[in-house]
């Protein structure tokens, strides 16, 4: 049994679902496109599952964010992509893929060729097996990466109402999952080894205020510590959790937001991979010129760094999605990807954005006691890194820009006083 698509797309996340509406901007014709999803559903905004989509009133539920609401763009429901000609094979998993006869072969049985391959299959939580925990499969552990995993977590959500969960995890899951349970009436610890929450982007300072915000919500923070084991009762639930410092804590709900890793295998030794993703070059074509990689599992250039990342966020999703597309159907008239890294989170009544790279020295501006307040991040006499909490639009295109341009600051104290100023000014 088989099929074959001028374009496949592996993966029905944020990148498959730009990389559609992009194809149809570019012209393509009924039955050239084919997307193959483990998901049961057509893609959709993945952020709306930490936000949301957890709410305790009028939560988000799909049709309302399939791709690309997010951008503020089309909204593509499975009739939208039957209007295009567009085959969704959906809740089939592509279990094997042979890059040299450009075939797939799925968890259906059936082989599918294509013309061009784009590898859009994201990342997966890291288990806490991986970890040295046992517990993933017990009844009242979540994990936050799908539609299957959010809805599982409502569920536990709503039968846990005033009782207590145990984030493990400070990073964006952690940070996020943990606001939506003080939404939802339930007492929550965070436990994590570092010295405080999103350390790989945040300064001491930055972190200083998100941690309090959230103990004025009812949030512990246990912090340089981790979770050695669970506690597990007869019937297998957790009720609790162990920490390498002897303390025991209560639990009726985990949730784990310890990491991701990207969804490679099926192209181990097929492609060449680099800092841990399919090495692609600056029209996202990987190492087989008929091979195209985005999202999460894609190793890009990125100039402004200077070298090559993966960047595990929506925005790249989208921006590399819609670049391999343009880059397939119109080569001649698209130039290379030029990246400008950006990060943001929502939780509680916050909201900041981050653009370049955090580098170099820092220094922030604001009052942390208000709510507008930043960084700014100064390498090699330029400004390379600007975090800004509770910005407008206006803000965020000032700043986008110069940090773009790179702005020369020829002075760290001058910057500090003009803080904001300084990017709306240059
Ligand atoms: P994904 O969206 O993960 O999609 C990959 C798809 O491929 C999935 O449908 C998966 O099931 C499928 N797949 C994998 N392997 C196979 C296979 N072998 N066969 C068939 N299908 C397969 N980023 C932000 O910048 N801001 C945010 O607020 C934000 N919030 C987030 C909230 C949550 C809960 C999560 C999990 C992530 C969030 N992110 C956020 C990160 C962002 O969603 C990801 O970077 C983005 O989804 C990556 O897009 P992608 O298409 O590469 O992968
Ligand atoms: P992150 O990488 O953001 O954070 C992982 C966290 O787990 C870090 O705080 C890390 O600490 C901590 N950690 C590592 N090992 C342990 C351990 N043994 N015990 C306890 N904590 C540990 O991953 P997440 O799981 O939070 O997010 C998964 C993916 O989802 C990422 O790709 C992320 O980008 C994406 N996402 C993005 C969002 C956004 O952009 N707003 C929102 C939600 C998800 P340390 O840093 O000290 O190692």
Known sequence: MGRAFRYVIIGGGVAAGYAALEFTKKGLSHGELCIISDEPVAPYERPALSKGFLLPEAPARLPGFHTCV????????????????????????????????????????????YEFLIIATGSRAVKLEEIGINGSEAEN?????????????VNVMQKCRNGNAIVIGGGYIGMECA???????????????????????????????????????????IKGTSVSSLVFNSEGKITGANLKDGRQLPADLIIVGIGARPNTNLFTGQLTFEKGG???????????????????????????????RRVEHVDAARRTARHAVSAIMDPKNTPGFDYLPFFYSRVFSL?????????????HFGDFNETKF???????????????????????????????????????????????GFAVEV
């Open 70 to 113: 997010g951008a503020n763009e089309e909204r593509l429901t499975p009739n939208w992509y039957k209007k295009h000609g567009i085959e969704l094979i959906l809740g089939t998993r592509v279990e094997s893929a042979n890059v040299r006869r450009k075939t797939l072969l799925t968890t259906m049985g059936e082989t599918i060729t």
């Open 141 to 153: 552990v979540c994990y936050l990466r799908d539609l299957a995993d959010a809805t599982k977590l």
């Open 179 to 221: 606001a939506s349970l003080v939404i939802n009436k339930i007492n929550v610890s965070m436990v994590f080894p570092g010295p405080y929450c999103m350390s790989r982007l945040f300064t001491p300072k930055i972190a200083s205020y998100y941690e309090d915000f959230y103990k004025s919500k009812g949030v512990n923070f």
């Open 278 to 308: 399919i090495k692609v070059n600056s029209q996202l074509q990987s190492s087989n010129p008929s091979v195209y990689a985005v999202g999460d599992v894609a190793s890009f250039p990125v100039k402004f760094y200077g070298d090559s």
């Open 351 to 363: 909201s900041w954005r981050f653009y370049g790279d955090n580098v170099g020295e820092v220094v």
């Open 374 to 420: 930043g960084a700014l991040w100064r390498s090699n006499g330029c400004l390379v890194g600007c975090f800004l909490e509770g910005g407008g639009d206006d803000d965020y295109v000032a700043i986008a820009k110069a940090v773009r341009d790179k702005a020369a600051v020829a002075d760290l104290g001058e910057l500090e006083t003009a803080g904001l």
